[in-house]
């Protein structure tokens, strides 16, 4: 493939899927400076093999994502410190017109909470919509792995969930108020 059509495949590619594949780093890594960093990263090695790769580059770029944010994971020991700051109490979505981007924060801010291999399931199968077959191959596990970590994830950010829920409307309201 000569040059000139390769910079254009990549560029057309860029285009049509970079937002995804920007938002997937941004979940695997908890911030928007992190998960640019990530897809760069993530990008370089794909455009140093840009000519052996036949047909579509998602698979690898997306497998590379999730096999250097794993390596990132191992590499910082002290990542759990740094999710203690990120943990403020999560309340529900008000009424109001940031309740989606209420409701998105706190649920990367859940997500967050979870082990690194837990995580990577969750997004790779939930937010990346990949079959359990698609998460393993390109997470390099068995298809048991991703079921197991699945569960234990969900379970995990239904329990975390629970936890953050605020007070029942009942509860919230002092007590003589409630003698009416």
Known sequence: MEPGRAVAD?????????????????????????????????????????????????????????????????????????????????GAAAADPFAEVEARDSLVRLLLQLPPRQRAVIVARYWGQLSEAESARILGCSVGTVKSAAARGLRRLREL????RPQDAAERVPAREQTT
Do not use: C, M
Request: no cysteine; charged share 30%.
């Open 10 to 90: 990549l560029e057309l590619f860029l285009a049509d899927r970079g937002d995804d594949l920007l938002r997937t780093a941004v979940l695997l890594t908890g911030s928007k400076e992190a998960g640019e960093d990530l897809l760069q990263a993530a990008l370089e090695r794909l455009i140093r093999r840009w000519h052996a790769i036949e047909g579509d580059p998602e698979g690898y770029l997306r497998r590379t994502l999730y096999h250097l944010a794993a390596d990132r994971w191992r590499q910082q020991s002290a990542w759990r410190r740094q999710l203690r700051l990120l943990r403020p109490g999560l």
């Open 161 to 164: 969930s629970e936890s953050h």
